[in-house]
């Protein structure tokens, strides 16, 4: 059943990275991320009281709660990092670098949780990391003119923090309940998206949000709460090893989107990319 909800994670995820860059095309990204932070923080404790989970707060340990505060903090970074990264570069660009988070996670994985690596995650290891870079390439037409620098940067900091994230969350909630903890690590997210929204003296752009990027962001949100309570339930049941590669599918959704949304189009060198990449995720799942 956790494999199930792993591709359930999946497709919300997808849905998300499309709704965030119609959000932000004159909204700050620092911004969008601390408002839709607030959709996420509601939609999770609305779940964590139709489950009944409040009632196990008072069991939980300081050594969870640390976990969940650490992944919190890591969910934020990423989340900071991926925003930024939408708004400089084009989604089909910035994604498949976030998702390459897949091979540090699984040496993590592999190093703090003792979960072996086979030869077919090796493989996909391999694969995902050519898929990416074949996709990253620049093009060779007009539209790289309308690319802003520094989007790389910004995409492969929020695959860093985004693995960090799947550890710390694996280790979090390994003694809670997956809904009533992704409430908890959302609230430090939210927590630390406006801290740095003010440290960046930035509080001011509230009043500029388009109210139809106000509605995108709204709904991405929406969608990050329902993908975050999937993937947190898959990995509480299932192998961080397993299930992370699984949500990295949400890249064909993504890109399906950006396609017939933002009409960005896959040269023949990416789309050859993105194939590398899902046999890439596919090989990880033979073992299941």
């Known amino acids: 059943m956790w494999i199930a909800y792993a591709f359930a994670s999946a497709f919300f995820a997808g849905v998300t990275s499309i709704l965030a860059k119609c959000g932000i095309r004159k909204t700050d990204s620092d911004v969008a991320t601390a408002i839709r932070t607030i959709v996420v923080l509601l939609f999770s404790w609305v779940m964590v009281f139709l489950v009944g989970s409040q009632t196990t707060l008072p069991a939980l340990t300081g050594k969870t709660v640390l976990f969940l505060v650490l992944s919190g903090l890591a969910t934020g970074a990423s989340w900071l990092c991926y925003f930024r990264a939408l708004q400089l570069g084009d989604v089909n660009k910035v994604v498949p670098v976030d998702k390459s988070s897949t091979v540090l996670t699984i040496l993590l994985a592999f190093l ?7 030869w077919p995650k090796a493989i996909g290891v391999v694969a995902i990391a050519v898929g990416t870079w ?59 998206a406006w801290v740095v929204v003010f440290a960046k003296g930035k509080g001011s752009s509230l009043r500029e949000v388009p109210r139809n990027e106000l509605g995108f962001i709204c709904l991405s949100g929406i969608a990050t709460g329902a993908s975050w309570l999937c993937y947190y339930k898959a990995l509480q049941d299932g192998l961080a090893s397993i299930v992370v590669p699984i949500d990295k599918l949400s890249i064909l959704v993504t890109i399906a989107f950006s396609y017939f949304a933002l009409h960005e189009r896959l040269s023949k060198k990416a789309a050859l990319g993105l194939l590398f990449i899902v046999a890439g995720t596919l090989a990880m799942l033979i073992q299941v």
Do not use: P
């Open 112 to 118: 703090l949780l003792h979960e072996g690596i086979t």
């Open 134 to 192: 074949l996709m990253i390439q620049k093009k060779e037409n007009a539209e790289q003119k309308t690319e802003k620098k520094g989007w790389f940067l910004y995409a492969a900091l929020s695959a860093i923090f985004a693995s960090l994230t799947a550890i710390l969350g694996k280790l979090g909630i390994a003694e809670v309940e997956s809904n009533l903890g992704t409430a908890l690590r959302t609230g430090v997210v939210l927590l630390m």
